[in-house]
């Protein structure tokens, strides 16, 4: 589940880099044919989530989409992520995980 998580994260931050970098950036409109490719194969992916309401599916999305944007910011754009954003994003990977698996009959009962 959290793989595919992580690949709905890269697919949603790169469709909307696309957009980013057309608007912010001033690249040529035909960054945004990949953008929306990306966009599709995000919302496909997240329909893949092994949970029984969308809400709860993007909720604890939600974490996982932090943390992918700092592996982006680092990565792509060369920024290193400072101590305060890794401290949000471990406070937030640790509310994923508390929606995910505090779910009557995972793991509390």
Known sequence: MLLVYA????FEIAGC???WA?????RTLWWIVPGLVSLV???VLLTRIDVNLAGRAYAAYGGIYIVS???WLWIVEGQAPHRWDLIGAGL????TMIIL?????VMFK
């Open 17 to 19: 880099f696309a957009f």
């Open 22 to 26: 057309v608007i912010r950036m001033h």
């Open 41 to 43: 194969l995000f919302a």
């Open 69 to 71: 944007s700092l592996i």
């Open 101 to 105: 698996l505090g779910r009557p009959g």
């Open 92 to 95: 937030c990977l640790v509310g």
């Open 7 to 10: 690949a709905a994260a890269g």
